[in-house]
């Protein structure tokens, strides 16, 4: 069977999967390209941002090349879907690799990210609320095992409210406060939808809640019961514990908590304030870690 490569070229981090025809894993990688920093709020992928995403996208045709996979399928999200320049890019890409790149909607994105969850852990009878916060946008799931009762793409992604209200560091009160009246402004959709569906669980796919999954995991000493490769169950005071923590510092002290990586840093702080926003909204408590995502999801439709 071919060995298939997805490419999900997020607002923050491009990510690679290469798997073989079983959906076996052959090569992962991703890539710190921040194709949203200085321009996400302003409709433009900058210069900079425009060269490191055909540098990386040059990389992973090479890397493709190298592990033999013979079908590529490329998905763009936010800051390509909301940038002026987001179809030259797709064009230059085309011209450098070959690689052509699909630029989805939201809601074509929710539902990739469903499917993604899905294959990493069971979801059940219940009502679920997963939540996926990119760079760019944050798509919010409701839904059990069987189907997705509502979805909704929001465009209010972590490099957007960090651009808006990390202003200065670390983050001032003030500042969490607009962000949080700012948040109630832009969520209404959400809340409603929880009062229709009263999701109970609080579902969490991979970026931000991979590395807070990764702190708790790092400040326990390593594997703990109920935890599979694939999800991890971060219990309400693990969590509020570690979110207090970040909140509260410095670039340099975020640096230096085990499990944070440079890629996440900056934008972990307003991405801990939205998941408190929602989980006291909603009135969520324990979170179930999804490591999949988005690249999976597309990886489950093509198989």
Known sequence: MKNLCVID????????LIADGNGQRIFNEKIAVRLGKDGINKGIITDEA???????MTYFKEKAVQHNADLIVAIATSAVRNAANGQQLVSDIFAHTGIQIRVITGLEEANLIYQGVRAAL???TDTNLIIDIGGGSVECIVGNHQQILWSQSFEIGA???YDLFHTSDPIPPEQIIALNNYLESQLHPLINASILYKPTTLIGS??????LAEI??????????GNTPTEYLLSSMDYISISDDIVCKSREERLSIPGMIDIRVDMVVVACLLINFIRKRLQLEDIRVSSYALKEGVLHSML
């Open 9 to 16: 070229l997020g607002t923050n981090t491009f990510n690679m």
């Open 50 to 56: 425009y060269s490191r995403a055909i540098r990386t």
């Open 122 to 124: 069971h979801l059940g």
């Open 216 to 225: 708790d995991w790092i400040k326990k000493g390593g594997p703990l019961n």
């Open 206 to 211: 991979s970026g931000t809640f991979d590395t």
């Open 159 to 161: 490099q957007r409210l």
